[in-house]
């Protein structure tokens, strides 16, 4: 059993705000944030320019916002998206730190936390139409072809005041397509952004590329119990289950309630009939507290939960890697009772 603390902060992603008729029902999300469906898209596509423009930094700007996930006062913004080719289309971005101290951007723009920290993998273009996710062009197994910020500014810190550029090679839309949503793990998605022909090629970007690693995802939904406040989020080759912490343990507590059981069956009964070979387990919890308090309490939930499934799922080789991560990565807003409660989970996920 290997267990660790990542206490990452400043990572977060869109909480679903539907209120369900029905105990369970099917959302679509972003990976990093919600969109409506296709009739309400095209309903709402004036408010989402409207939203889009009001954020606007300058001129140079496309569409940006300071609506952020990070701690400090920050905004975004796009100032260009491009095709160079059939191939691929680059998306250049800023990101200036608003506030009075300098900024720390260590991993918040990976797509995985503690993957390709110093890389923005995490950025994705939005095809809603058709439903699809393009991540950039894959480098390795945790780089891409994008911007590396410690290679181009010598460090992960932003100074106050200051803006650094970032661009993203991707996968080509559609041709038919003249625009789409850029995804960050920071900000809720930026709609409409218009596709380009013309615009600079980062020189970063290697002109003899052999770009066969494309990752272009079906893009993932939910579905949200609100009698038990559980969730189970889904792309096409993984299952992430979110379990609510205030059904598997009593308040400040890291020992399993008897209304776990059921709950833990059900999972282990899925990881049974999948082809997973590991199983990530991860922690977390709302902002109530300290650091002191929250970082081993997360860790001891993921534990707790660890040592069930190993019990309860039959199907052998399959390793299991519990984490706790404390009150980072929040998936609604801390502020409300209803937000630090979806806060206060504990996530399962693996291979389909």
Not at 27 to 53: H, M, R, T, Y
Not at 94 to 102: M, R
Not at 112 to 122: A, D, P, S
Not at 137 to 166: L, V
């Amino acid at each position: 059993m290997r267990t660790k603390i990542k206490h990452a902060k400043n990572r977060s992603f869109c909480s679903s705000k539907i209120k369900l008729a029905t105990s369970i029902a099917l959302v679509p999300l972003l990976i990093s944030g919600c969109f409506a469906d296709n009739n309400q898209e095209e309903k709402e596509g004036k408010n989402k320019k409207e939203e889009n423009s009001k954020n606007k930094k300058s001129d140079d700007s496309i569409a940006g916002t300071d609506h952020t996930y990070l701690t400090q006062h920050a905004q975004l913004d796009i100032t260009n998206l491009h095709r160079i080719d059939k191939k691929t289309t680059i998306l250049n971005f800023e990101l200036t730190n608003k506030s009075n101290e300098e900024m720390d951007i260590y991993s918040v723009f990976a797509k995985k936390e503690g993957q390709g920290t110093e890389v923005v993998t995490g950025v994705s273009l939005i095809d809603t139409k058709e439903r699809k996710q393009y991540l950039p062009w894959q480098k390795g197994n945790e780089d891409c072809y994008c911007s590396n910020f410690e290679e181009e500014h010598g460090d992960r810190r932003i100074p106050a005041g200051e803006t650094w550029d970032f661009w993203a090679a991707f996968p080509s839309p559609p041709q038919e397509r003249d625009q789409v949503s850029v995804g960050t793990p920071i900000t809720p998605p930026l709609h409409e952004i218009p596709i380009k022909k013309d615009g600079e090629i980062p020189e970063e970007f290697p002109k003899n590329k052999n770009l066969e690693n494309s990752r272009i995802l079906d893009l993932r939904g939910i579905e949200e119990n609100e009698e038990t406040g559980n969730s189970r989020d889904e792309t096409g080759e993984e299952v992430s289950v979110r379990l609510s912490s205030d059904v598997l343990f009593d308040v400040e507590e890291s020992k399993l309630t008897s209304k776990a059981d059921d709950n833990l069956k059900q999972v282990a009964k899925e990881i049974d009939e999948s082809n997973a070979e590991e199983v990530k387990i991860d922690g977390y919890t709302d902002n109530t507290g300290n650091d002191s308090i929250n970082d081993p309490l997360s860790k001891d939930r993921a534990e707790s939960v660890e040592e069930k499934l190993e019990k309860l799922v039959t199907r052998p080789g399959i390793e299991f890697d519990s984490e706790g991560h404390g009150s980072s990565n929040p998936v609604a807003d801390n502020n409300t009772e209803e937000g630090r409660e979806k806060n206060r989970r504990t996530t399962v996920t693996f291979e389909k």
